[in-house]
């Protein structure tokens, strides 16, 4: 049986359609960022984010279908992104594709965004072996999963308060430079080589959860402590270069660490975990791939991380997640909401 799915994703900053077939993979993946649009505010503005949304819906589920060269009666399924995520990005996919199956007389599956992120390896890599980690890290979320099979998986660890990306993004934002954080601190770290100036503190939370918010503090008070940040005007008084790149490559040589001690923990407790697969905004991270491969090769560990278009949100993840739903006949209703 060849299913055809179109998957629609719309639950933050980025409008993302694409068509996926059983039989041949991806055909098309559509994607309209709104990065340049946030910029200015230092991160993701929601008002702002759900009237962009609005806008290039259409437009970009219609790029998904001509690129694919298919209509709506090749499509089995709409599969969309109805939970977590911001509720004025979310409703605009949600309804948008609600109407559109709807009026086409086609099924309609929601998805876990997720779910979405901890399947988008497959995208690539379609014989990922089970039971697998998996590393989930982007500005909204940082988990660690044991993934048993599709659609099958449990939560071993989640960020207790920050998300990684957002660590990234927050300390970007101390140091004066643009959002999003994360791909300007891997540029600042790599010209000094990834050395560990500062040092910052590695317990990021007892287990297998993760806490990032901590070290945030730990790096805005070292940055006090230096006498290089005001804490009452809130400004950096040292703006050089040479500062940026030491606080950025200390803070990703630390998240790196982080993420590999807390999969050599989740290992002691599964030691039948075949692979590891590292997902999400964070996994466009080259440094950290690089440590978490290094990691796995030492422990004779498969590891997989998508290609960089599917680590950050797009539809071909949330088409992926409709495609394995649908052949397992977990079709929603149209009583389908967001969060349920
Ligand atoms: O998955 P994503 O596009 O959106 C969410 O679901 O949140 O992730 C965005 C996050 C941002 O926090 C951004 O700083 C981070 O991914 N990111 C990176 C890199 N590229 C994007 N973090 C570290 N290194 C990168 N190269
Ligand atoms: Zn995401």
């Not at 055909?27 to 649009?37: H, P, T, V």
């Not at 999963?145 to 990684?164: I, K, M, Q, R």
């Not at 050089?240 to 040589?253: P, R």
């Not at 950290?288 to 998508?306: D, S, V, W």
Request: glycine residues 8%.
């Amino acid at each position: 049986m060849n299913l055809t799915i179109l998957g629609i994703e719309t639950s933050c900053d980025e409008t993302g359609a694409a068509v996926y077939t059983t039989k041949d993979g991806i055909l098309s993946n559509a994607l309209y960022s709104q990065i340049d649009e946030h910029t200015l505010f230092g991160g993701v503005l929601p008002e702002q984010a759900s009237r962009s949304q609005l806008k290039k819906i259409t437009s970009i589920v219609r790029k998904a279908l001509t690129d694919a060269n298919v209509t709506m009666e090749n499509i089995d399924a709409v599969a969309v992104t109805n939970r977590p995520g911001l509720p004025g990005s979310l409703l605009v996919g949600f309804c948008f594709s609600k109407a559109l199956a709807w009026s086409t007389n086609t099924k309609i599956i929601g998805v876990n965004h997720l779910e979405g992120h901890i399947f988008s390896a497959f995208l690539d890599h379609p014989n990922i072996p089970f039971p697998h980690l998996c590393i989930t890290a982007s500005g909204g979320h940082t988990s660690l999963c044991l993934v048993h099979g599709f659609g099958d998986y449990e939560f071993l660890g989640e960020t207790l308060d920050d998300a990684a990306g957002e660590a990234f993004d927050k300390i970007a934002k101390l140091l004066n430079l643009p959002y999003p954080g994360g791909p300007v601190i891997e540029k600042l770290a790599r010209e000094v080589n990834f050395q560990d100036f500062f040092k910052y503190t590695r317990k990021s939370s007892k287990g297998l959860n993760f806490s990032f918010s901590g070290l945030k503090t730990a790096v805005l008070y070292d940055l006090v402590d230096r006498g290089f940040y005001d804490l009452k005007t809130k400004k950096l008084l040292n703006d050089s270069h040479e500062l940026k790149q030491h606080v950025a490559s200390s803070l990703l040589v630390c998240i790196a660490d982080v993420f590999k001690q807390k999969v050599k923990k989740a290992l002691q407790e599964q030691p039948e975990v075949q692979a590891l697969t590292f997902v999400g905004g964070v996994a466009c991270n080259n440094y950290i791939r690089e440590q978490l491969e290094n990691f796995c090769k030492n422990r004779n560990l498969a590891f997989y991380t998508p290609s960089k278009k599917y680590c950050t949100d797009n539809g071909a993840m949330i088409a992926f997640v409709g495609s394995y739903k649908a052949e397992q006949g977990k079709f929603s209703d149209y009583y389908l909401d967001i969060f349920k």
